[in-house]
Nanobody, 116 residues
């Protein structure tokens, strides 16, 4: 299974970006999908996660109200809509998808840089 991210780039503070994560497998049966990020010198952190079991979505406090996770099963693609971007959102963003306990995959990462 391959996850390919796109949509990263350079944006000014206050701007928006939409990250995409195209899967080589149907997203219809995903159990958990998420977006994580890693800034230079920092640990990777969870940004947003959706669990299909309970239909629960959670966001890091730092992005609540600004980021939205979603998916389009017809396109086998997951998204992270990011609005009101801040310089502290600068990081490499990774998508993650779990189909089963032993089927946990990561994308290669896409760079997001927010200038002040």
């Amino acid at each position: 299974v391959h996850l390919v991210e796109s949509g990263g780039g350079l944006v000014q503070a206050g701007g928006s970006l939409r990250l995409s994560c195209a899967a080589s497998r149907s997203t219809l049966s995903i159990k958990v999908m998420g977006w994580h990020r890693q800034a230079p010198g920092k640990q990777r952190e969870l940004v947003a996660v959706f669990s299909s079991g309970g239909g629960i979505t959670n966001y890091a406090d730092s992005v609540k109200g600004r980021f939205t996770i979603s998916r389009d099963n017809a396109k086998n693609t997951m998204y992270l809509q990011m609005n009101s971007l801040k310089p502290e959102d600068t990081a490499v963003y990774y998508c993650n998808a779990v189909w089963a306990q032993s089927e946990n995959y990561w994308g290669q990462g896409t760079q997001v840089t927010v200038s002040s």
